[in-house]
């Protein structure tokens, strides 16, 4: 049976570890991210290009019209399963880099703690 652990959550949305009772260790590891009515699962390297997406957004289009100014309007997030375009806002687009961000540090701050066998 799989369960939903809290790992993060903000205004914009909410992360869940997802743990398989049924195995004592899951070969691969995924993570739901749940914004709005949208739940994205996503590995631990899918989450990482997710950052790379969104850090990337800030530096605007770069088009001969914009002028390099910050016109971002939306974002994909590519999984194997779906391909899911965001619209943004400069408030959206905060909120997708720290729930992202709040999810990198506690899946590394669990590591830490499994690799020492602490807690």
Do not use: W
């Not at 995924?30 to 969104?54: C, N, R, Y």
């Not at 992202?100 to 590591?111: A, D, I, P």
């Amino acid at each position: 049976m799989y369960t939903l652990d809290p790992l993060y959550y903000n205004s914009t949305g909410t992360a869940y570890s997802i743990k398989n009772s049924d195995f004592e260790q899951e070969v691969k590891q995924k993570i739901q991210l749940q914004i709005g009515d949208i739940a994205i699962l996503m590995d631990i390297k899918e989450i990482e290009a997710f950052l790379t997406v969104i850090r990337s957004a800030r530096k605007g289009c770069q088009c001969g019209k914009c002028n390099g100014k910050n016109c971002y309007k939306t974002i994909k997030c590519n999984t194997p399963q779906a391909e899911i375009n965001f619209k943004l806002t400069p408030e959206i687009l905060d909120g997708l880099e720290e729930l992202v961000l709040g999810v990198l540090f506690h899946e590394e701050y669990n590591n830490i703690l499994l690799n020492n066998e602490i807690g």
